[in-house]
């Protein structure tokens, strides 16, 4: 897990910005859009929400090893939905999940030549990612989610069903942004219990006797920095989530702005300080094998 876990400076470092001029505000708008697509596929498939959440942050931990500019977003979010299928024990078929995504992209007013033969490309293309979405992982599919530590956190506290409910969806939409590549699940499902408790406008739990005291008491203005990255989503929605250059070119995202400290942060709080120029496997931002996709 260890090597999926980058400060907020290695996020400007995503080759799509290095290699390929993108602003940091047009690569996150990328992101937000192939994750957008990934939850509307995944809805159409009738997967779990967790199997959605898994295609996420490989969707996310693929782009910061590799450009958008080399590799179509599309075909790459195909991938990954079904991979996490794998993963995750949600079985999909490759025509299913090939099926799914074309669904969404085109219209039914095409010839049934010009489908079949963006069935079978399309196809053909998902399956090739799926072999080099593997190799650029390193094989490492291991993934927490904060939506199960926020269920932990709503038993623990014995939390209203408002705040439970709306701490979930409140993880579910962290996942369009990078927040996964910089922080522990449970410091961002921590931030979303605090975010609900205050949405819902209800009492928020103290006391250092629980795991959920002890996290508030570790790391408050780490808690706030992620409300604050969330809540964005909500109050900035046509440049973080629509996919809109135009829009999100003027604007930069709380993820990765030069007002917050250059740091990772693990479970226990404690800031990792070290900027890592590469990875775990010896490969930098620049140097990633990348063959030609079909």
């Known amino acids: 897990m260890e090597q999926w876990f980058f400060t907020r400076e290695e996020l400007h470092l995503a080759p799509t910005i290095v290699n390929h001029g993108a602003s940091v505000s047009q690569e996150q708008s990328k992101r937000a859009q192939g994750c957008s697509y990934i939850q509307t596929v995944g809805c159409r498939l009738k997967l779990p929400q967790i199997t959605v959440a898994t295609a996420m942050v490989y969707f996310h931990r693929f782009y910061i090893r590799c450009s958008f500019k080399d590799h179509n977003m599309n075909h790459v979010a195909g991938a990954c939905i079904y991979l996490a299928c794998k993963v995750e024990e949600s079985s ?18 095409n010839s049934n030549e010009d489908r079949q033969q963006l069935y079978t490309s399309w196809r053909s293309a998902i399956l090739w990612y799926e072999r080099f979405l593997l190799e650029t992982l390193c094989f490492d599919m ?25 701490a979930y969806g409140f993880a579910n939409d962290s996942l369009r942004l990078p927040l996964c590549l910089i922080f522990d699940p449970q410091m961002i499902a921590a931030a979303c219990m605090l975010l609900a408790f205050k949405a819902e406008d209800e009492v928020i739990p103290t006391g250092t006797d629980t795991i959920w005291g002890r996290t508030l008491e570790q790391e408050p203005g780490l808690l706030a920095e992620i409300v604050g990255d969330i809540a964005c989503l909500y109050t ?3 440049s973080i989530q629509s996919g809109s250059e135009s829009s999100s070119s003027s604007s930069v995202s709380p993820v990765t702005s030069n007002n917050h400290s250059p740091t990772s942060h693990r479970r226990n709080g404690i800031a990792q300080s070290t900027l890592r120029n590469g990875y ?15």
């Open 142 to 166: 291991t993934v927490e989610h904060p939506q199960q530590l926020v269920l932990e956190f709503a038993t623990e506290l014995d939390a209203p069903e408002n705040v439970t409910l709306a």
């Open 236 to 238: 900035d929605q046509n």
């Open 92 to 109: 999909r078929k490759a025509n299913d999940v090939t099926s799914a995504c074309l669904t969404i992209l085109y219209s039914r007013s």
């Open 280 to 294: 775990t496997n010896g490969h930098s931002h620049h140097e990633v094998s990348q063959p030609s996709p079909p």
